[in-house]
């Protein structure tokens, strides 16, 4: 973990963002800790979630949406159902997940890129096709053998579908895509 | 007892890698008189991967299919994915609390949703809708060899106020529906810890070593099956033991079951009606010493009288051993 640089000075409009966005207010948080105390992946975040609160409150844009943190929260809920403050913290690293992404500003490619492909799959077929996903993942990241050692006990086990099962409404779910992309361009 | 009847949100994970889930729950709700309505043309709910994109969007994915649920002649939809749930919940809760976001929602859909929905846990429908007295009642099957944990993964429960739905910390709903079975269920410190969730394939290394710490839990306190109700918590514990062994030199070999296939064998579905055979670390050797109820309760009280005999034999001093086979024949 590195020592915080709180030299950059507050950005007071990317707190208001980040209250208007997630409802939830910031300042609440008195930094006991908790919410660190029981985050399954405190071990893998360059901030643990207190921390991220805490450079929330100070405003340090930048260094929260190049956190590592946002994008290794696995939105378990832990942070939010034991806060004392009932301060919903899952919401926030969401929230700053999506301002993160919005920004172009992604730490962790891989989820990203794993996540883009779930998408993906979602906009063509409506529902998720678990193979096609996986093999669009492999090629984008370049991990081409990203979990092959499960392949032959999937296979084997008929768990998986070789074909996409295509829905009806597959296109009504495309246009929830497009609809959105074209409000975010305006918007942006 | 009138039937009762759901919508049934199945999810994309229980028509591919959680397909034994899937069987093994309409057998089950069958069993217990429960009526699973398809909903027509459903689509996938989003998920974790929408939630990183933006609030609206992915509320308009879940929504997509609550306003097509509103359509149907129940308005209480089943939901066996704990992830699925929390979405679909999470987008019902913002459009019924938020009149704008409910309208930025909807503009997104063909089909407004306006906000009749309720959504449940399976687990949830069995256990409150149903009852255990109910689960009790349909038992055919004892499986004496099982000794299991009840892993809840970290959102069934949470957060409290969506979940609406046991106790976030510890919850029984799980531990008190195996039990009803008859089945052996014993006390586990991380029902609610995180398997890693939809990191396996990005993050590979972080998932084995939350995996890791789950399975050596149920170890210690002596289980020999793993109960889930979660579709991501399955494969990463079973599909990924391996995985898990392999890089943290561990040589774990349990089983990891849906509660419903559990279910299942105590309402005396065979094996390959239940789809056993997709679970990669195989539950044969647990399965192998089931027999009906009746010849169970027979085995025990005989056993019991069995107990009881050196005390009597002791007492009778003349020929004890005659007077024991007499009894028995
Ligand atoms: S929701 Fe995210 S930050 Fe909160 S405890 Fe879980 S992983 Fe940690
Ligand atoms: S649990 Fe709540 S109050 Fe405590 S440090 Fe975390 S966010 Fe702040």
């Known amino acids: 973990m590195d020592t915080i640089n709180l030299s950059n000075k ?80 899952a919401h926030i690293m ?7 992404r919005r920004e172009g500003k992604v730490s962790e490619k891989d989820i990203k890129l794993f996540y883009d492909s779930f998408l993906d799959s979602v906009k063509q077929f409506g529902r998720i096709y678990e193979v096609g996903t996986l093999l669009m993942y492999n090629l984008r990241s370049g991990h081409f053998l990203a979990d092959a050692d499960l392949g032959p006990k999937v296979l084997t086990r008929g768990k998986i579908h070789f074909f996409p099962t295509k829905i009806k409404g597959s296109d009504k779910v495309a246009q929830i895509f497009e609809r959105f992309q074209k409000k975010a361009k305006r918007h942006g | 007892m009138a039937e009762k009847e759901y919508a049934y949100y199945s999810g994309c994970s ?62 209480t939809v089943t939901v066996p994915c704990p992830s699925c749930l929390t979405v679909l919940k999470k987008a019902h809760i913002g459009m019924t609390t938020d009149e704008s976001f409910k309208n930025e929602v909807n503009a997104l859909l063909d089909e407004p949703y306006e906000g009749k929905v309720t959504a449940k846990s399976s687990l949830q429908v069995i256990y409150e809708d149903i009852g255990l007295e109910a689960i009790a009642d349909r038992v055919t099957h004892a499986l004496p060899d099982l000794k299991v944990v009840a892993y809840y993964g970290c959102i069934l429960n949470r957060p409290p106020d969506i979940a609406q739905f046991d106790d976030p910390e510890n919850p029984v709903a799980m531990d008190k529906v195996i039990s009803a ?138 020929e004890p051993k005659e007077t024991a086979k007499a009894e028995e024949n």
């Open chain 2, 14 to 75: 229980l028509e591919g890698t959680a397909k034994e889930y899937d069987t093994s729950l309409r057998l089950v709700m069958k069993t217990l008189g429960v009526k699973l309505a398809e909903i027509p043309d459903w689509s996938c709910c989003g998920s974790t991967p929408a939630h990183t994109v933006d609030h609206v969007f992915a509320a308009a994915l879940a929504a997509r299919n609550l306003a097509i649920i509103e359509k149907m002649n129940t308005h």
């Open chain 1, 10 to 89: 507050i950005d007071w409009e990317f707190i208001e963002q980040v209250k208007e966005e997630s409802g939830q207010n910031p300042s609440l948080c008195y930094q006991c800790g908790n919410c660190t105390a029981g985050c399954p992946y405190t071990n893998y975040f360059d901030y643990p979630v207190s921390m991220v609160m805490r450079l929330l409150q100070a405003g340090q844009k930048d260094t929260i949406l190049n956190s590592k943190a946002i994008w290794l929260c696995a939105t378990c809920e832990t942070c939010t159902t034991r806060c004392p403050c009932e301060i919903d913290v």
């Open chain 2, 181 to 318: 079975l008859g089945i052996e269920v014993l006390d586990y410190a991380f029902k609610t810890e995180c398997c890693g969730a939809a990191f396996g394939v990005p993050k590979r290394a972080m998932v084995n070593e939350l995996t890791h710490k789950i399975l050596s839990m149920a170890i210690d306190v002596g289980a020999n099956c793993i109960a889930v109700a979660c579709p991501l918590c399955q494969q990463n514990l079973d599909l990924r033991q391996e995985q898990v062994n392999q890089t943290m030199g561990s040589s774990f070999n349990i089983p990891v079951l849906y509660f419903t296939q559990i279910m299942g064998l105590a309402y005396g579905y065979s094996p390959d009606d239940l789809e056993m055979d997709k679970l990669v670390v195989g539950a044969d050797h647990l399965i192998r010493s089931r027999i009906p109820v009746e010849e169970y309760r027979k085995m025990k009280e005989a056993e019991a009288a069995a107990a009881k005999k050196p005390a009597k034999a002791k007492e009778m001093k003349e």
């Open chain 1, 94 to 100: 969401d929230t700053l997940r999506i301002i993160a």
